[in-house]
């Protein structure tokens, strides 16, 4: 619940992505959020209110002259009690009347009475978006310290494709959730490994774990939300990129090694979050192994390089942290990790809790002690750990 207590106006207005608008109430709702949902008559012929009122739980507004608010005051009270106003989707119309300060509607009127950020999420066609008069409103709106959330670029309802498709709920809610989240890893570079390694035996067979890539996934989320620019190494995993994020995918623990030692040197914070296969084999066969050619092959397997012990030992390298998942005996196998790769932090969690789930427990271990979070979804421990850093690195 990354919203709870949050009061979000969402303005819609009239688009054929006004479809993904209910999606994005469910999304904001399901993070705590209390959504009021204001809509233009434009927006009215492509969904119902019945629709964004079954969702949101509270009743739509469409009209400046509501007689539901005693004072008749609706843009004043709606706009007032909102922690953000975000529209989405707003159309070329919308944007342009909101960048010369018009207020026809209720909610124009709003997002000019409004005390609180306001964040557009356009979507409208390619020449439409590329218009100069569109470009000279966005230029105004910038101005104005409006956010924008893209657009995307994509295949459109028209058929054409290129810039000026709405961004997808899920992304529009990281969004929200990275403008609302305290910047405390401003400025800085974090570099993140996350998921398992495959290391090959054949074309077809390799060595593996089963790390899911969903706790490394998390920590990145969380240090781009809290304002860092974020590079994730990642391993084989069935997730898209984090919103923001920029992602390299590797496959063997040596690719993640290079994909890390490339980039450590110019990190101010590098985390290992990966289950990096300690060995990898080192007669793997061109060919498909065959069954019938006598007798079971022998698999030699060789070290991997420890990607966050040669991390760790670089000079004027980055502040490193690094996680363990143990079966037994977390405290001493972690503490015992964290100083032989030399690393001021190093996560704990058991195998159990940590491995594929949404949910996780980890204890952090420092120099100072141990400090066990409480049982959690790896989005809250994930932002639990950037805290902890942020303060270990003087940034909190
Ligand atoms: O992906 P999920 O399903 O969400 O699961 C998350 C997780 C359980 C994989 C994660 O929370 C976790 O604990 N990751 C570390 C797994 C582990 O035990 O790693 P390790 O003990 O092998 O290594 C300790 C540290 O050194 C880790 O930070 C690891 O990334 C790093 N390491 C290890 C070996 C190696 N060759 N290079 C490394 O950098």
Known sequence: MELQGKRIVLGVTGGIAAYKAAELVRLLGKQGAEVQVA??????????????????????????????????MAHIDLSR?????????????????????????????????RECPLLVAPAMNLQMWENPATQRNVTQLLADGVHLLGPASGEQACGEVGAGRMLEPEEILEEVLAFLSPKLLAGKSVLITAGPTFEAI???RGITNLSSGRMGYAVARA?????????????????CSPQGVDRISVRSALEMYAA????????????????????????????KLKKDTGGIP???????????AEVA???????????????????????TKRRKKNIPLIAGNLIQDGFGGDDNR??????????????????????????????LTGEN
């Open 202 to 204: 054949d074309p077809v």
């Open 223 to 239: 240090a781009r939300q809290a304002g860092a620019k974020v590079t994730l190494v990642s391993g084989p995993v069935g997730f």
């Open 81 to 113: 009690q909102a922690d953000l106003i975000l529209v989405a989707p707003a159309s070329a119309d919308f944007m342009a009347r909101i960048a010369n300060g018009l207020a026809g509607d209720l909610l124009a009127t709003m997002v000019l009475a």
């Open 362 to 391: 980890l204890v952090l271990f420092d120099e100072t002690g141990n400090y066990p979070l409480a049982p959690a979804s790896k989005s809250v421990l994930a932002r639990q750990l950037i805290e902890h850093i942020a303060t």
């Open 298 to 308: 022998p698999i030699e397997l060789v070290e991997n390089p420890d990607i966050l």
């Open 260 to 287: 890390v030692m490339a980039r450590a040197a110019e990190s101010d914070i590098f985390i290992g979050v990966a289950a990096v296969a300690d060995y990898r084999v080192a007669n793997a066969a061109e060919h």
């Open 39 to 72: 809509m233009t008559e434009g927006a009215t012929h492509f969904v119902t209110t019945t629709t964004f009122q079954a969702l949101s739980g509270k009743p739509v507004f469409t009209d400046q002259w509501d007689a539901r608010m005693p004072n008749a």
């Open 313 to 335: 030992a670089l000079k004027d390298g980055p502040f490193c942290v690094g996680f363990a998942a143990e079966s037994r005996n977390l405290e001493e196998y972690a503490q």
